[in-house]
């Protein structure tokens, strides 16, 4: 999957967005990839991979620990890398953003 960021949409029908998720992006995608066998689980369980990425960029951090979110707060505040969790079937993921902002990953802890 090759994207280019830009995510500004927002999702849902709610006007206001989770108390942790700003409607804003917080930094820069660079280049969106996936490696394929998260893309092929998406696919089995008929999920598109944008809403999570959207949540990662506004800064909702899916299933992180406390301290691992404080730390994507400072990291988006002082350009380190930004690690966030969801699920989907059962199954943990990442999206990774690199500190230069050149690549965001969506991949599978064990791929890591």
Aim: charged fraction near 20%; include cysteine; hydrophobic fraction near 35%.
């Amino acid at each position: 999957m090759r994207q280019e960021s830009g995510i500004n949409q927002s999702i849902g029908t709610s006007s206001q967005p989770p108390a942790n998720e700003h409607t804003h992006a917080l930094f820069k995608l660079g280049q969106i990839v996936a490696t394929p066998a998260l893309l092929e689980h998406l696919v089995e369980h008929c999920t598109h991979p944008d809403p999570f990425i959207r949540r990662h960029v506004r800064g909702d951090w899916g299933s992180v620990p406390t301290e691992d979110a404080r730390e994507n707060d400072f990291s988006v505040l002082n350009g380190f890398r930004v690690l966030s969790a969801y699920e989907v079937g059962g199954k943990r993921f990442w999206i990774i953003t690199e500190a230069d902002r050149s690549v965001t990953t969506l991949l599978f802890p064990s791929e890591y």
